[in-house]
């Protein structure tokens, strides 16, 4: 399976992201969404999963939640938009990792840093994608595409565009 990745488009979605994710079988929004157009956008292409940001609003909190744990093929992925810095979670990372210990992925957003980086302590792969929107202190609007064969991500790929 192919998954598109994205987070903090505060708002903005272009064509050069759609076609990225032309090819994938899903897309995961890791919050800080904007407004619902982008997610609507996202959705007429791809099946979308997404969780809130700190900076959206009432409306979109009360269609998508916090946290999304849920399985492609055998690999458990935890989602959500703050999850703290890479090895030093938030309190509310901490405690679900103590209740879902099977966790493979974990993807968040908010810092506006890509990053992809495995965590022997906890036993998953953390990835950020960064910020594909234009707000923000980020140089680059970024995205990831990988594939998950096997319960094991791979392929990973990053769409990096000036900002």
């Not at 703290?84 to 810092?111: E, M, P, W």
């Not at 950020?128 to 140089?139: I, M, S, V």
Request: hydrophobic share 35%; aromatic share 10%; glycine share 6%.
């Amino acid at each position: 399976m192919t998954i598109g990745i994205v987070s903090d488009t505060h708002g903005y979605i272009d064509d050069r992201l759609l076609d990225f994710f032309n090819n994938v079988d899903e897309i995961w929004h890791a919050g800080d969404i904007g407004n619902i157009e982008v997610i609507k956008k996202l959705e007429s292409i791809k099946p979308t999963k997404v969780v809130y940001g700190n900076i959206d609003d009432s409306s979109i909190r009360n269609q998508f939640p916090l946290n999304q744990i849920f399985n492609i093929d055998n690999c458990k992925i935890l989602m959500t938009h703050i999850a703290g810095s890479f090895g030093k979670y938030n309190t509310r990372i901490n405690a679900l990792h103590q209740t879902q210990k099977d966790i493979k992925i974990l993807v968040c957003g908010h810092s506006h840093i890509l990053k992809v980086q495995y965590d022997e302590k906890y036993n998953w792969l953390y990835i950020n994608p960064g910020a594909y929107g234009k707000h923000g202190f980020h140089k680059f609007r970024t995205a990831i595409k990988l594939q998950i064969e096997n319960s094991i991500p791979k392929n990973i790929e990053v769409l990096e565009l000036k900002r």
